[in-house]
Nanobody, 122 residues
């Protein structure tokens, strides 16, 4: 029943900060799942877990992205956001937001958004 929808720019210039928002409908980010995750898939590569925010407010990040990743939530709007700074063309990927009861995400687990394509231009 719960649905997630990513929104944000499809094209970002190198060195800029990417900001994506996930809007949750048909449920609440405070009750439906324990963790709200961001996952991406670069062209020709597998899924990469980026980080998550828990209902407690605690955040968790992939070690490789921690220095330039920030996840926050706005419970009044039923949204959570991703900010990725200093982007490069290697950050080009399809970005997904996912609600689940784990921070270790597998395909078919939890509720996934449809994904949004983000391209970092050269």
């Amino acid at each position: 029943q719960v649905q997630l929808q990513e929104s944000g720019p499809g094209l970002v210039k190198p060195s800029q900060t990417l900001s994506l928002t996930c809007t949750v409908s048909g449920g609440s980010i405070t009750t439906n799942y324990d963790y709200w995750n961001w996952i991406r898939q670069p062209p020709g590569k597998g899924l990469e877990w980026m980080g998550a925010i828990a209902n407690s407010g605690s955040t968790y990040y992939s070690p490789s992205l921690k220095s330039r990743t920030s996840i926050s939530a706005d419970t009044s709007k039923n949204q959570f956001t991703l900010q990725l700074s200093s982007v490069t063309p290697e950050d080009t990927a399809v970005y997904y937001c996912v609600g689940a009861n784990t921070i270790v995400i597998q395909e078919g687990v939890g509720s996934w958004g449809q994904g949004t394509q983000v391209t970092v231009s050269s």
